[in-house]
C-alpha cells in the first residue's frame, strides 16, 4: 500500500498531461471540422446563384418577421454561424439585422456589437418581461447603452406579465431628461390575463412626445394628450375597458388620426353600469379617418357611433351579433356601388354572415372593362364590411342593412371552406341552393314590402358559385335554369315597375349575353311531369333541352 501510495502522484500527473494532450488533439480535430463545415457550407448553389444583397434580404426579413420568436439574436444569429461568406454578408452588409435590441434578456457584449454593426440604422426597442427572460443587470446595462443613442430608437415594444413595472423604470429615465423622442410606434402587449380596469397604466412619458402608432393588446391605457396628439394609428385588441368619457377624450386628443381599431373598448356595463352614460351630450368628429374596425357588442357599435361623427365615407370594418348594432350608422359620402355578401360567417361556430359595400371609383381595369364594358365603375377603396353573429332571419338582415345605401352592383363571395359556418337549412345559406335563393330574394320583387322593388338601380350581377356548374341526374343544368329565373326576375322588375334592367350578368369570370337573358325572360318553355298511370303532375321544371333547341334556331349560345 506504501508502496502504491507513492506512484499515485507521479502516475496522476503523467495521465494528467496525457489527457491535457488528448483534449488539444480534439479541439484541433474539431476547429478543423468546424472550418471544413464552413468550407463545405459555402460549395453550396444559393451562394454562387444569389448576390450578397439579396441573401442580406432574406437574413433581414428572417429576423424582423414579426414574429418575436423568431426575432430574437439567439434565434437568428445561427445564419451568421453558417459559412465565412453568410457571416461576413450579415456583420458587414446587413445593418439592419442588428436592428432590434432585446434590452431585458441579451448579453450586453452583444448588445455593444449590435449598436455598432447597425451604423445609422432606426432601432427597435424590445422590453419583454417575466419568468426565464427577465434580468435587471443586462437590463440596466443595455439601457444605459440605448440611452446614448437614443435619437436612433423608432419603434418600442413593451411586454409581459411585469409591464407596469418596466414602463415604470422606463419613465424613470425621463426625470433624468433622457427621452426617446423620435419614437414612431408604441406597442403595449399584455398576456392573456384581463386586466383590473382601475389599474390603468399612467403616462408613457419616456417618449416626451406622440408617436405615429401605438398599439395596445389586452391591456388598459389611461388617456393623454401629449402621447396622442401626433397619432395617425390606434389599434387596441382586448383589454381597453374605457368609459364613454374615456373614449371621447382619448379620440379628442388625436386630431390626425387616420386609422383606428377597437375591440370591446368599454367597460362591462354589469361593473360600472354609467359606462355608456357618462358623456351624453359630447360627440368627437373624425375629419381625417378613413379606416375604422370595430368588434363589439350592439351596444358598443351603437354608443360609438352615436357620439362618433365620420363625415366622409371611410372603410368601415363591423364585427357585431345583430343588425341593431349598426342602427345609428350614416353615410354622407358618396352612394356605395357594390354588396358583397358572404352566405357564411368565419369562425368554426360562427353563424352569422359578412356583407362588404365598396364604393365606387373611376378607373376599371381592362379585365373589368371587357367584362362590364367600357363604361363600367369599379369599385374603389371605400367600403362597410359588416358582420353579424347572431340573427333570426338572414333574408330580413339584409334587407336592414342594404336600406343604408343605394347599389347598383350586387357580388356574392365564394364560402369561407376553412371556416365553415354549421348547417342551417332554415336561413337557406349553406349549399348552392340555398345561396341561389337568397341572390334571388335579394332582387325579386315582393308586394308585402314597403319597397317592393330592391336595388331600383341594379343592372349589374357578378356572383362566384362552382357549384352552379353542376347537372342533375335529369340533366337539367342548374346554372341554366338559375339563368333563365333571373332573367324573369329582371324582366318583372323592369318592365313592371320601372327598374334598371339587368345588363351585366358574370357567373363564375363568364358574362352572359345580354341577348341570351331577353331570350330567357320573353319565352317559357316548361314540362310537365307526370307518373306512368297519367296522374296529376308532381311538378313542372323548366325544360332546359328545349331552350337549348330554341337557343340554337335563335342562333344564340350560353
Avoid at 235 to 256: E, I, V
Avoid at 518 to 543: K, Q, R, V, W
Amino acid at each position: 500500500m506504501e508502496l502504491l501510495g507513492s506512484l499515485a502522484p507521479s502516475r496522476e500527473h503523467d495521465l494528467s498531461a496525457a489527457r491535457q494532450q488528448t483534449d488539444g488533439e480534439i479541439e484541433d480535430h474539431r476547429n478543423t471540422l468546424s472550418q471544413l463545415l464552413l468550407r463545405r457550407n459555402e460549395q453550396s448553389l444559393i451562394n454562387i446563384m444569389l448576390p450578397p444583397e439579396i441573401l442580406g434580404m432574406i437574413f433581414v426579413h428572417t429576423a424582423t418577421d414579426g414574429n418575436f420568436s423568431v426575432s430574437r439574436p439567439s434565434r437568428w444569429l445561427q445564419v451568421t454561424h453558417v459559412c465565412v461568406r453568410w457571416r461576413d454578408i450579415a456583420r458587414i452588409l446587413t445593418p439592419r439585422l442588428w436592428t432590434t435590441i432585446w434590452a431585458a434578456d441579451t448579453h450586453p457584449s452583444l448588445v455593444q456589437d449590435m449598436l455598432v454593426r447597425s451604423g445609422n440604422t432606426p432601432l427597435t426597442l424590445v422590453v419583454a418581461s417575466g419568468l426565464g427572460i427577465w434580468s435587471p443587470d443586462r437590463f440596466h446595462a443595455n439601457m444605459a447603452m440605448l440611452m446614448g443613442q437614443r435619437e436612433r430608437v423608432r419603434d418600442v415594444s413593451v411586454m409581459g406579465t411585469s409591464i407596469l413595472p418596466t414602463i415604470a423604470h422606463l419613465n424613470s429615465y425621463y426625470d433624468t431628461g433622457l427621452t426617446l423622442n423620435r419614437v414612431e410606434s408604441l406597442r403595449l402587449h399584455f398576456p392573456d390575463i384581463q386586466p383590473n380596469p382601475s389599474h390603468q397604466l399612467g403616462p408613457f412619458v419616456i417618449l416626451g412626445m406622440s408617436p405615429s402608432l401605438i398599439r395596445v393588446e389586452n391591456y388598459s391605457i389611461a388617456p393623454y394628450p401629449p402621447l396622442f396628439q401626433n397619432l395617425k394609428e390606434f389599434h387596441a385588441l382586448k383589454g381597453l375597458r374605457w368609459s364613454l368619457t374615456q373614449l371621447l377624450d382619448a379620440l379628442l386628443c388625436m386630431p390626425l388620426l387616420e386609422i383606428l381599431s377597437l375591440t370591446y373598448p368599454f367597460r362591462s356595463p354589469e361593473t360600472t353600469p354609467d359606462v355608456y352614460s357618462d358623456a351624453a351630450n359630447r360627440t368627437v368628429v373624425l375629419s381625417r379617418l378613413h379606416h375604422l374596425r370595430l368588434i363589439g357588442s350592439d351596444m358598443d357599435s351603437r354608443i360609438f357611433f352615436s357620439h362618433v361623427v365620420l363625415p366622409t365615407c371611410p372603410s368601415l370594418a363591423i364585427d357585431v351579433p345583430t343588425i341593431d348594432g349598426i342602427a345609428p350608422l350614416q353615410f354622407n359620402g358618396p352612394a356605395l356601388g357594390t354588396l358583397i355578401l358572404t352566405f357564411c360567417a368565419r369562425g368554426p361556430t360562427a353563424s352569422g354572415f359578412a356583407l362588404e359595400l365598396i364604393a365606387p371609383s373611376s378607373s376599371p381595369s381592362p379585365r373589368q372593362a371587357a367584362l362590364f364594358g367600357p363604361a363600367y365603375q369599379p369599385p374603389g377603396k371605400s367600403s362597410l364590411v359588416l358582420k353579424l353573429a347572431e340573427h333570426q332571419s338572414y333574408s330580413l338582415a339584409i334587407r336592414q342593412v342594404t336600406t343604408l345605401c343605394r347599389h347598383e352592383r350586387i357580388v356574392p363571395q365564394r364560402r369561407d371552406t376553412e371556416h365553415p359556418a354549421p348547417h342551417r337549412r332554415a336561413d337557406g345559406v349553406p349549399g348552392h341552393q340555398a345561396a341561389v335563393s337568397q341572390i334571388l330574394d335579394l332582387v325579386r320583387v315582393d308586394e308585402q314590402e314597403a319597397v317592393k322593388v330592391p336595388f331600383p338601380h341594379l343592372n349589374a350581377l357578378v356572383i362566384v358559385a362552382p357549384r352552379l356548374q353542376q347537372t342533375t341526374a335529369k340533366g337539367s343544368g342548374t346554372r341554366n335554369y338559375f339563368i333563365k329565373d333571373l332573367a324573369d326576375c329582371f324582366y318583372d322588375r323592369t318592365y313592371q315597375y320601372g327598374a334598371a334592367a339587368l345588363e351585366h350578368l358574370i357567373i363564375d369570370g363568364e358574362r352572359i349575353a345580354p341577348a341570351v337573358l331577353g331570350f330567357y325572360a320573353s319565352l317559357t318553355c316548361g314540362t310537365i311531369n307526370m307518373d306512368s298511370e297519367l296522374n296529376p303532375p308532381n311538378n313542372i321544371d323548366h325544360d332546359m333541352d328545349s331552350l337549348q333547341t330554341f337557343l340554337s334556331l335563335a342562333n344564340l349560345d350560353l
